[in-house]
């Protein structure tokens, strides 16, 4: 059975704080997604990235970076957390150069509060 | 750009009634269509797919016809369950867009038993 795991379900941080969001899949996946889901928006794409070390920038990547060491295992880091971070963090990840023909298999999300 | 709309929820029904869900979309290419689904306190997990024009996806009784001429992909199904209470999701990916999904804002399904 296809896993992607997410390192918490909930986290509370306080504004300022460095926030580090783990996602790891057992699939053997080229492609990892970070998400950001609130309502009345669907998800945001933050940050992906297609093979170790290469990150993209997606719709909305300010106050966030990322890291890719191993294949397995994509990092969100938020530097210095703020209120408007608060929110629901999916990790995501797909095969292969012609992703675009194929499903995108999502963690089960990290509802990260920043007061 | 690319975007992807659907209806705005929430949409209550009740058990064993018609289900639609609208989505339009706007590619500059020729996009991949994808229907996600997501219950309550879980991530999304892919409900159906379909990759050129008039392909039809269909899983759990739910189908969606790919319309290049209307540029949509409703979703539907003829007798809907209290277990299909949740968010669903409509998407596109574009390999000129770099394999990237595109979502819309969701909508809400709530069913009465």
């Known amino acids: 059975d296809v896993k992607v795991t997410q390192s918490s379900r909930y986290l509370v941080k306080r504004t300022g704080e460095k926030v580090f969001l783990e996602c790891v899949q057992d699939m053997d996946h080229e492609n990892m997604f970070w998400y950001r889901q609130d309502p009345g928006l669907g998800l945001r794409l933050i940050y992906f990235?297609?093979?170790?070390?290469?990150?993209e920038k997606g719709d909305i990547p300010e106050g966030y970076s990322v890291s890719r060491e191993k294949k397995e295992r994509f990092s969100l880091i938020l530097e210095s957390a703020s209120t408007n971070q608060t929110s629901m963090y999916l990790c995501a990840s797909s095969s292969g150069l012609a992703g675009y023909l194929y499903e995108q298999y999502f963690g089960p999300g990290t509802r990260l509060t920043v007061t | 750009g690319n975007s992807v709309t659907q209806m705005e929820g929430p949409v209550t029904l009740s058990e064993e009634a018609f289900l639609t869900i609208n989505c339009t979309y706007t590619?500059?290419?020729?996009?991949?269509l994808f229907w996600y689904v997501q219950y309550p306190g879980e991530g999304l997990q892919l409900l159906l797919k379909?990759?050129?024009?008039?392909d039809k996806g269909s899983n759990k009784g739910f189908e969606a016809t790919y319309r290049k001429e209307t540029t949509s992909f409703h979703l539907e199904k003829g007798s809907v369950q209290v277990s299909d209470s949740a968010v669903y999701f409509c998407a596109l990916s574009e390999r000129e867009y770099g394999n990237k999904l595109v979502f819309g804002a969701g909508t809400i399904l709530r069913v009465k038993s």
């Open positions: 990235s297609y093979d170790v070390k290469m990150k």
């Open positions: 379909a990759t050129k024009a008039d």
């Open positions: 590619a500059t290419g020729y996009p991949s």
